[in-house]
């Protein structure tokens, strides 16, 4: 891809980039696609929706046709829903791997349908590994899904997927994937890691604005949750089978949300796919982390663990950081962070994806240095505390 394959440009009415996990900065055509209304029912409308569904199952590497895609409207945690209470049968059993605040909201979410559950929890960022998962389904067999978060958004960990799954399947059951922030970055390609659903959103790595979510599942899978769901609007076979057969979404879309998600995709393609946009989410984590290094900051992560999605920095434990007041500074300077999600120690986090490359990290770099001179913070170094909390990831 030669550099004027994708060219980035700054937001064109001045504001802030968003250096957060979606919603996150688009592009101005993504944008500008939402100018036009569609009728929902019209022919134009039904052939962008099976354009888009062709495109996201391109990015399967299913090539026999195993995978279907089905959109479903609202936020990536409504999809989730609507995937879990899809697809468990409601006599099944759940396996959930848990390490941050997406795992727990899979917990929340089996208990709000009733599906029977147990969990592995790892705390707030320690990755399940393949082998504990082996040990548990081996106790358990009664065990029937295994439902796993890809990037755990909240700590940016990239949870070793690929050994999870051969761990799974090795044992007979099936895997269920959160991939809301990584599907379209990360390879998720079923030739290399086997799974039975998927699930991702809008405002994500294919860089739309948010408004719905999609499950890409075997197509067995999704004739088997027919009948399955506790919800109308929810039901994803329902959803699936009034889309193959009318072309149409079931309830009102949101077309405008749609139609720039197309726009998207063909702007992903252009960039080379997950590939072209995984090296570019990698350049910018690179210059983002050594630029924050050099200021003293320090990553939660080791550098295996750091994802191209978002990262955890450590609060700096100079009396003078506040984090609303860095926050403040920072959006002032033309960037929005993310507050961290840690329980055990004070962290803030800068997310990677969006409209947005490496020249653009550096100026992120820039404007963190000079905040922390503006707020008279003489060294970014974390407490001690935190990096004790660090070392349990190399023990
Ligand atoms: C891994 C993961 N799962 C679920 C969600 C929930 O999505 P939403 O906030 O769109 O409901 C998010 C949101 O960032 C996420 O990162």
């Known amino acids: ?88 049968p409601r006599e099944g059993k759940v396996l959930v791997l848990s390490n941050g605040a997406y795992g727990k909201r899979l917990v929340q979410t089996l208990e709000y349908l009733g599906r029977d559950h147990v969990v ?31 990037c755990e958004t909240s700590s940016g960990i990239l949870n070793p997927v690929s ?55 075997r197509k ?14 929810l039901d994803v076979h329902a959803q699936w089978s009034h889309m193959n057969k009318t072309g ?19 702007a992903h393609k252009a960039e080379g796919a997950v590939a072209g946009r995984g090296a570019r989410y990698s350049n910018n984590r690179d210059a983002i982390v050594d630029g924050m290094r050099e200021l003293g900051f320090e990553t939660l992560l080791k550098d295996r663990w750091l994802s191209p999605i978002i990262v955890t920095f450590f609060c700096p434990a100079d009396e003078a950081f506040e984090f609303e007041h860095f926050y403040e500074l920072m959006k002032s300077k033309g960037f929005i962070i993310y507050p961290g999600k840690l329980t055990v120690a004070d962290s803030f986090r800068i997310g990677c994806i969006g409209q947005m490359d490496a020249d653009v990290m550096r100026q992120v770099v820039t404007a963190a240095g000079e905040t922390l001179n503006e707020m008279g913070v003489d060294t970014a170094a974390p407490p001690e505390s935190a990096l004790n909390e660090r070392a349990k990831l190399a023990a």
């Open 248 to 266: 149409q979404w079931r309830f009102t879309p949101p077309t405008h949300v749609v139609v720039a998600f197309l726009e998207a995709l063909k």
């Open 120 to 150: 592995i929890d790892k705390g707030d960022y320690m990755p399940p590994r393949g082998d504990e998962v082996t040990a548990v389904l081996v106790a358990d067999p009664d065990i029937t899904h295994v439902v796993v978060v890809h």
């Open 163 to 217: 050994e999870i799954s051969e761990a799974v399947y090795a044992q007979g059951r099936k895997l269920l994937i959160d991939s809301m922030s990584a599907f379209g970055a990360i390879p998720l390609d079923i030739n290399e890691i086997r799974y039975d659903a998927m699930v991702s959103s809008a405002n994500k790595c294919i860089e739309g604005v948010p408004g719905f979510g999609f499950i890409i599942a």
């Open 220 to 233: 067995d899978e999704l004739e088997a949750a027919k009948g399955r769901s506790h919800s109308l609007s």
């Open 1 to 88: 891809m030669s550099d004027n394959a994708h060219k980035i440009e700054a937001p064109h009415l001045g504001e802030p980039y968003l250096l957060t996990p979606g919603p996150l900065t688009t592009s101005y055509a993504v944008k500008q696609a939402m100018l036009r209304d569609w009728g929902s029912w019209d022919g134009e409308f039904r052939a962008v929706t099976a354009e888009m569904r062709k495109l996201l199952l391109e990015l399967t590497g299913d090539t026999n046709g195993v995978l279907d895609c089905v959109p479903m409207q609202g936020s990536g945690t409504f999809t989730v829903e609507a995937l879990l209470g899809s697809f468990i």
